[in-house]
């Protein structure tokens, strides 16, 4: 089945450098959506992203949708602990069906 | 926006027992999707829950093991049948808004643990 890749699985870094969280889709994606995870909480909506090339800022997010509809990004810039959780995206399919990647863990160092 | 009461938030149960999971939101919604989370794990939908038919059920997900009830449009139940500790999950429901391909709001999910 279709499948939505999302890389890494975990990334450790210290309070104020950056992070980022990649997507990759096989197929052409409808829209992407992104949402967090906080530690024992449920997904949060972050935001959607339905155009080629598509970027939008949040704050300290910036979040990318590919010319080709493929893959997507989200980048914090100079993290705080408030980032800390588990990122998601989730890519809408020709079916319209929602493929959600594996997740990335944002860490920070103590 | 919406807001999502499921409950109950945590459970223990005995292996064989079976479990309804509630789930309530604030406003009138056509669709309603339950999905499973593992630990550690992403998001796996279950089910998508329309108000006055079957529910669909994913890929390896049956009726028979994850009944669902759907009797009104704020409304829905999910029980877990015959449990074996591989059913200890968080399960969530979610409701989506702005159309078929909205965002999705999720409740706070029930965490439940099969011993």
Not at chain 2, 6 to 23: A, E, F, W, Y
């Amino acid at each position: 089945g279709q499948q939505v890749m999302q890389i890494p699985q975990y990334q450790h870094v210290q309070e104020g450098e950056d992070f980022t969280t990649y997507c990759n889709s096989s197929t052409t994606l409808s829209n992407i959506q992104w949402y967090k995870q906080r530690p024992g909480g449920h997904p949060v909506f972050l935001i959607q992203l339905v155009k080629s090339g598509e970027v939008k800022k949040q704050k300290r997010l910036t979040f990318q949708f590919g010319e080709a509809k493929k893959n997507s990004s989200l980048h914090i810039t100079a993290t705080q602990t408030t980032d800390v959780g588990t990122y998601f995206c989730a890519g809408l399919d020709s079916n319209y069906q929602l493929i959600w990647g594996a997740g990335t863990k944002l860490i920070i160092k103590p | 926006s919406a807001v999502i009461s499921q409950k109950p938030s945590r459970d223990i149960c005995q292996r064989g027992t079976s479990l309804t999971i509630q789930c309530q939101v604030d406003s009138q919604v056509t669709m309603m999707f339950w999905y499973r989370q593992q630990p550690g794990q992403s998001l796996t939908l279950i089910a998508t829950a329309n108000q006055g038919s079957e529910a669909t059920y994913e890929s390896g997900f049956v009726i028979d093991k994850f009944p669902i009830s759907r009797p009104n449009l704020t409304f829905s139940t999910l029980t877990v049948s015959n449990m074996s500790p591989e059913d200890s999950s968080i399960y969530l429901c979610s409701v989506e808004f702005g159309g078929p391909t909205g965002e999705l709001f999720f409740g706070e999910g029930s965490r439940l643990t099969v011993l």
